[in-house]
């Protein structure tokens, strides 16, 4: 059973920077791709990064490419993935999670992670 705790989000103005972190515990975490999605108000949960089990590769959904960076502990010692984001805009609204799916390979679909954090809310002001 891996458990994932999300931190790092709060109130940025437009324009601004955060950076999520997603420590993962209790299981081997370089057996799994992670990715971070995010769900809005009212909206179903979307795929906004991800990055392989081997950190050698990411994938963005297109509206924060440029903007946003995940990255992984690169010898997987701390069991850290990261999203650094860079010109927050006020659609970037939403609770952040983090996910691990078993497998080397990232995927833009939720039910292929087998586990999830709780959350962190990240919230953009105009």
């Given at each position: 059973q891996v458990q994932l705790v999300e931190s790092g989000g709060g109130l940025v103005q437009a324009g601004g920077s955060l950076?999520?972190?997603?420590?993962?515990?209790?299981?081997?975490?370089?057996?799994y791709a992670m990715g971070w999605f995010r769900?809005?108000?009212?909206?179903e949960r979307e795929f906004v990064a991800g990055i392989r089990r081997s950190g050698g590769t990411t994938q963005y959904t297109d509206s924060v490419k440029d903007r946003f960076t995940i990255s992984r502990d690169r010898d997987n010692v701390k069991s850290t993935v990261y999203l650094q984001m860079n010109s927050l805009k006020?659609?970037?609204?939403?609770?952040?999670?983090?996910?691990?799916?078993?497998a080397f390979f990232v995927s833009i679909t939720p039910n292929e992670y087998r586990y999830w954090g709780q959350g962190t809310q990240v919230t953009v002001s105009s």
């Amino acid at each position: 059973q891996v458990q994932l705790v999300e931190s790092g989000g709060g109130l940025v103005q437009a324009g601004g920077s955060l950076r999520l972190s997603c420590a993962a515990s209790g299981g081997t975490f370089s057996a799994y791709a992670m990715g971070w999605f995010r769900q809005a108000p009212g909206k179903e949960r979307e795929f906004v990064a991800g990055i392989r089990r081997s950190g050698g590769t990411t994938q963005y959904t297109d509206s924060v490419k440029d903007r946003f960076t995940i990255s992984r502990d690169r010898d997987n010692v701390k069991s850290t993935v990261y999203l650094q984001m860079n010109s927050l805009k006020p659609d970037d609204t939403a609770v952040y999670y983090c996910a691990a799916r078993p497998a080397f390979f990232v995927s833009i679909t939720p039910n292929e992670y087998r586990y999830w954090g709780q959350g962190t809310q990240v919230t953009v002001s105009s």
